[in-house]
């Protein structure tokens, strides 16, 4: 990585604060409703807040033609975007040419420009913005120019960049790394070893393992009782000396060791990729007093994807200190999806290069993108996959490569086959999203599968 290509991405972030310090009047701040686009809508809150400026915060699934009607409001002449944006650049100016428009994003870039329009990404000074930094760092970055009190939330850049599975070899890299080690000294993540599943520091080890859905591990997962035989059987009590039921992070080295080699031999005896067994135990990150940084993850992820983001601010900023309620219902709805997907299996188009999931009103718009990327990890085998589920007034698209190796741009291909059936999309090149019209999937499939 080249530090002077940091320093000029710090550079212009700066310049972007002093644009938007300078604005008098209302704000409105337009984020992406996953958990990159609640980190950085929450770092733009605290340091627009604390410059004392007039502003509100809307959040979309995607930023499309359709969307802008709820964005767009007479009295607002400034408008900030983050998480998203610059690969729909014409539909913003379409929309606000004429007001004041920053967008601050990690996605691949539109070309275009227009009095008016401040646009920062990190492709701009050659660095990659689907592997080095996330909307949220770059967020951060242009943030803390603007109040130096963000300083105290430097660990959400980091939980943005795990949400958004910028890891490489489950490592972060580029701005990424900087971003953490920073964080790591301020003593806002602290690093460990052990079991990478969710609730490690916050649920009873029984429940952790059965309500595991990342990975997914078959015989496990969904299976309570399965689980507590398991710990019975491996010696590792559920219950301690005071009546508390022990957590993951609770468990003696020893016991860890031996829950973690029973649970790789349960997923490879179930077909789950030798890449996924391996991640079952490595580096933990602690942040927030009690989350490791994926369950964080995933509890915003969960606020965005039931309609709740505002909550996912507020946990973020410490205004609220849970949200298990929130999730419990978001959980319900991905285990539901995920009980389609294994029952309609042979419904799936399936081609040499990629599996094709048409769900139709059976599976939320708000989620199918997850419930792909953990079909994809437990459930399908296959390279690339597409995902479509009914949304208003079209179709959702979710896209997913299970890595990249360098020679196909999902990003690019959604983009190309959306200019074919009259859809907007784009995205990265392992993970990518779209709205093309009603009926028009078949097409759609004929053209991306020709591309990929």
């Not at 690969?87 to 227009?114: A, C, F, M, N, Y």
């Not at 120019?145 to 795990?162: M, N, Q, W, Y």
């Not at 709805?333 to 769900?359: D, G, H, P, Q």
């Not at 896209?399 to 983009?415: C, E, M, S």
């Amino acid at each position: 990585m080249s530090f002077s290509r940091v320093i000029k991405l710090a550079d212009e972030a700066a310049r972007m604060a002093s644009i938007i310090a300078k604005w008098r009047g209302r704000i409105r701040v337009v984020s992406h409703h996953d958990a990159d686009g609640i980190c950085a809508a929450s770092l733009m809150f605290r340091a627009l807040k604390e410059r004392g400026k007039d502003f509100d915060v809307v959040f979309l699934k995607q930023l499309e033609r359709d969307a802008m009607q709820d964005v767009v409001e007479e009295g607002i002449d400034h408008y900030i975007f983050l998480d998203l944006g610059s690969g729909q650049l014409s539909t913003i100016k379409e929309w606000l040419d004429g007001k004041d428009v920053v967008v601050i994003d990690h996605h691949q870039p539109e070309e275009l420009r227009w009095k008016g329009l401040a646009h920062i990404n990190p492709y701009f000074f050659g660095i990659d913005g689907s592997l080095e930094i996330s909307g949220s760092g770059m967020t951060y970055l242009v943030a803390r120019s603007l109040d130096e009190k963000v300083k105290e939330h430097l660990d959400l850049p980091v939980v943005g960049a795990f949400a958004d599975v910028q890891l490489v070899k489950n490592r972060l890299i580029g701005v990424n790394k900087l971003l953490y080690e920073d964080a790591e000294l301020f003593g806002l993540v602290k690093k460990g070893k052990g079991i990478n599943i969710f609730g490690r520091y916050t649920k009873p080890i029984h429940k952790a393992l059965s309500q595991s859905m990342d990975p997914y591990i078959e015989g496990i997962s969904g299976n309570e009782s399965a689980v507590v035989q398991l710990l019975a059987e491996l010696g590792i009590p559920i219950i301690d000396e005071h009546g508390n039921f022990r957590r993951l992070c609770d468990l003696t080295r020893k016991e860890e060791k031996k829950l973690a080699t029973a649970l790789v031999i349960e997923s490879a005896a179930n077909d789950l990729s030798i890449e996924k067994i391996t991640s079952i135990i490595g580096d933990v990150y602690k942040i927030k007093g009690k989350y490791e940084v994926r369950e964080f993850a995933t509890f915003l992820n969960a606020c965005g994807r039931i309609g709740k983001p505002m909550e996912g601010i507020k946990f973020c900023l410490g205004m609220r200190n849970d949200v298990e309620e929130l999730y419990a219902s978001y959980r319900k709805m991905i285990s539901s999806a995920l009980a389609w997907i294994s029952r309609n299996r042979k419904r799936f188009i399936v081609t040499e290069k990629a599996t094709y999931i048409i769900a139709g009103d059976k599976i939320s718009d708000t989620i199918i993108g997850t419930v792909l990327s953990i079909s994809m990890k437990s459930k399908i085998k296959t390279k690339f996959g597409f995902s479509f589920a009914n949304s208003c007034n079209g179709v959702k698209v979710s896209a997913r490569a299970k890595k990249d190796d360098g020679n196909v741009n999902l990003g690019l291909a959604i983009r190309k086959a959306c200019e074919v059936v009259g859809g907007e999309g784009g995205g990265h090149r392992t993970a990518a999203g779209a709205k093309i019209p009603l009926g028009s999937e078949m097409k759609f499939i004929e053209v991306v599968d020709g591309l990929i």
